[in-house]
């Protein structure tokens, strides 16, 4: 079935309270809604076209992480279509790619976990032979698995690249209480992930969290994992079947879209190159089979 063009943008009669590079965030009020479009950056820069129902496949993907750790506080508040307020469901093309959740305080540092030496972490280590601050043994390569999954947070920039920031500059953004909390919290989520992906036959190399601080809660102020959950935009998930230490495995994320725009000799500073049929159905293909593969179900689409 050929699917039904990219979803680009947008434009709803609500307050929009954020345009990102993939989601648009409108204020309902006491709730945010969550938007995720089809659109696709890499190194830092939206590219063109869209990946058709690439907004309809993290959404649910990172629903379903949630749930599957029901037991960590996350931002969801709604996600039944027909609970949503009559004005969203006015806009069927939002199905299916819509959340609401609460309203929190972003703490503003991305929180990387790592299982595995590959892209900034394995420049950085073949540099100083240390990720983030934390020294590691000397000998690994490409895809090396680690003695044991690090914490190596990262700025998080409205322009340009994230840059990856060591645990003490972390303390001094966000504080050591706060920072403890988010690297364990980060890891623990990590480590329990990866070991479900592992029976689906998946490698989480590595993942980013967002998190927040809702504010308004009953019991104080509590750490809220926000955002999206192990997807294919903020992991690389590997095929347990091809890994081998010393090369890049074929992933299921936008890794594929990467290795394409290296192939062009595009500056990454220049208008980027459009992409090509082919490699956009690629993509999306490769969302699908992350979905089904990690949850043994099929997306609404």
């Given at each position: 079935?050929?699917?039904?063009?990219?979803?680009?943008?947008?434009?709803?009669?609500?307050?929009?309270?954020?345009?990102?590079?993939?989601?648009?965030?409108?204020?309902?009020?006491?709730?945010?809604?969550?938007?995720?479009?089809?659109?696709?950056?890499?190194?830092?820069?939206?590219?063109?076209?869209?990946?058709?129902?690439?907004?309809?496949?993290?959404?649910?993907?990172?629903?379903?992480?949630?749930?599957?750790?029901?037991?960590?506080?996350?931002?969801?508040?709604?996600?039944?279509?027909?609970?949503?307020?009559?004005?969203?469901?006015?806009?069927?093309?939002?199905?299916?790619?819509?959340?609401?959740?609460?309203?929190?305080?972003?703490?503003p540092v991305?929180?990387?976990?790592?299982?595995?030496?590959?892209?900034?972490?394995?420049?950085?280590?073949?540099?100083?032979?240390?990720?983030?601050?934390?020294?590691?043994?000397?000998?690994?390569?490409?895809?090396?698995?680690?003695?044991?999954?690090?914490?190596?947070?990262?700025?998080?920039?409205?322009?340009?690249?994230?840059?990856?920031?060591?645990?003490?500059?972390?303390?001094?953004?966000?504080?050591?209480?706060?920072?403890?909390?988010?690297?364990?919290?980060?890891?623990?989520?990590?480590?329990?992930?990866?070991?479900?992906?592992?029976t689906r036959?998946i490698i989480?190399?590595?993942?980013?969290?967002?998190?927040?601080?809702?504010?308004?809660?009953?019991?104080?102020?509590?750490?809220?994992?926000?955002?999206?959950?192990?997807?294919?935009?903020?992991?690389?998930?590997?095929?347990?079947?091809?890994?081998?230490?010393?090369?890049?495995?074929?992933?299921?994320?936008?890794?594929?879209?990467?290795?394409?725009?290296?192939?062009?000799?595009?500056?990454?500073?220049?208008?980027?190159?459009?992409?090509?049929?082919?490699?956009?159905?690629?993509?999306?293909?490769?969302?699908?089979?992350?979905?089904?593969?990690?949850?043994?179900?099929?997306?609404?689409?």
């Open positions: 079935m050929t699917p039904m063009p990219a979803l680009l943008e947008t434009s709803l009669p609500l307050p929009l309270a954020r345009r990102g590079k993939v989601r648009d965030v409108y204020d309902l009020g006491d709730t945010y809604l969550f938007v995720a479009t089809d659109r696709i950056s890499a190194f830092d820069v939206v590219l063109s076209p869209g990946i058709p129902d690439k907004g309809k496949i993290l959404t649910q993907m990172s629903t379903f992480w949630f749930r599957h750790f029901g037991d960590i506080e996350n931002h969801l508040v709604e996600t039944e279509w027909d609970a949503f307020p009559a004005e969203v469901r006015a806009h069927a093309e939002l199905r299916g790619r819509s959340v609401i959740v609460r309203k929190c305080k972003v703490v991305e929180c990387v976990a790592r299982g595995y030496l590959v892209g900034s972490g394995l420049k950085e280590y073949k540099e100083t032979g240390k990720v983030c601050g934390i020294k590691l043994e000397r000998g690994l390569t490409t895809a090396s698995r680690l003695r044991e999954p690090i914490f190596t947070p990262a700025t998080k920039e409205e322009t340009g690249h994230d840059e990856n920031i060591s645990f003490e500059r972390m303390c001094a953004i966000v504080g050591d209480d706060l920072a403890a909390q988010l690297r364990d919290l980060t890891l623990r989520i990590y480590q329990r992930a990866a070991a479900y992906a592992e036959g989480i190399a590595d993942t980013k969290f967002e998190f927040g601080i809702d504010e308004h809660a009953t019991r104080g102020n509590i750490v809220v994992w926000i955002d999206e959950a192990l997807t294919p935009d903020s992991s690389r998930f590997w095929p347990a079947d091809k890994y081998a230490v010393g090369s890049n495995p074929p992933s299921f994320d936008k890794q594929f879209v990467r290795d394409w725009l290296e192939t062009t000799g595009w500056d990454k500073t220049s208008a980027p190159p459009e992409l090509p049929d082919e490699v956009v159905m690629k993509t999306r293909e490769k969302y699908i089979e992350a979905f089904r593969t990690l949850t043994g179900g099929e997306p609404e689409l």
